[in-house]
């Protein structure tokens, strides 16, 4: 079992910056692929970053490329996603999940484990 448990959201003005955390527990930690997925009112939830388990491969999507940065640090089972250049439209309940023993991927069915989320928003 894996539970996540993100942090790090607030209100901000767009162009602002905001770091999320997801700390992990479980010892599989290090061994799972780990995602950052948001939902905005009234949409679907998306996929924002990926990164597998050692951290060397990363995805994007491509509305948060260059600007958002996914990293992870193993000794600590913490995952994060730092947010520059932030937009009206990255206003969401952003969320991270954990793939276990698998390598990082944008489909989220793949993602067993899901933290609670943590709201974003941001003014104009």
């Known amino acids: 079992q894996v539970q996540l448990v993100e942090s790090g959201g607030g209100l901000v003005q767009a162009g602002d910056s905001l770091r999320l955390s997801c700390a992990a527990s479980?010892?599989?930690?290090?061994?799972?692929?780990m995602g950052w997925f948001r939902q905005a009112p009234g949409k679907e939830r998306e996929f924002v970053a990926a990164i597998n388990w050692n951290g060397d491969t990363t995805y994007y999507a491509d509305s948060v490329k260059g600007r958002f940065t996914i990293s992870r640090d193993n000794a600590k089972n913490t995952v994060y996603l730092q947010m520059n250049s932030l937009k009206r439209e990255d206003t969401a309940v952003y969320y991270c999940?954990?793939?276990?023993?698998?390598?990082?991927?944008?489909?989220?069915?793949?993602?067993?484990?899901w933290g609670q989320g943590t709201q974003v928003t941001v003014s104009s």
């Open positions: 479980g010892r599989t930690f290090s061994s799972s692929a």
């Open positions: 999940a954990a793939r276990l023993g698998g390598t990082a991927t944008q489909i989220r069915g793949y993602y067993k484990y």
